[in-house]
Nanobody, 120 residues
Framework: QVQLVESGGGLVQPGGSLRLSCAAS????????MKWYRQAPGKKRELVAI????????NYADSVKGRFTISRDNAKNMVYLQMMSLKPEDTAVYYC?????????????WGQGTQVTVSS
């Protein structure tokens, strides 16, 4: 059974940091591109960052470049999103995604999401 379980979300003040984690199971993790998406209230889901099968971070959203870092640990079947200098506009539900291609596909795997709220 495929599972993607996100953790690490919460309430943080502007300028603060959070690290999101995603634990993967039920599929060959090392063969999948891993992605973080987010969806803010009333907005479409947007891609935040991708880390490829070979571990290359790519496709950071312009709004997070220089502040967010995606990484993966194939030995632990984990993907991370280190978020720094958080802004209120980063408030969203963050979703972990696994796909055989960099482009989104209908057969991608999704987690249930973790809420990140940036507020004073």
């Amino acid at each position: 059974q495929v599972q993607l379980v996100e953790s690490g979300g919460g309430l943080v003040q502007p300028g603060g940091s959070l690290r999101l984690s995603c634990a993967a199971s039920g599929f060959t993790f090392s063969s999948y591109n891993m992605k973080w998406y987010r969806q803010a209230p009333g907005k479409k889901r947007e891609l935040v960052a991708i880390i490829t099968i070979v571990g290359v971070p790519t496709n950071y959203a312009d709004s997070v470049k220089g502040r967010f870092t995606i990484s993966r640990d194939n030995a632990k079947n984990m993907v991370y999103l280190q978020m720094m200098s958080l802004k209120p506009e980063d408030t969203a539900v963050y979703y972990c995604n696994a796909g055989t291609t960099v482009r989104s596909r209908p057969d991608d795997y999704w987690g249930q999401g973790t809420q990140v709220t940036v507020s004073s």
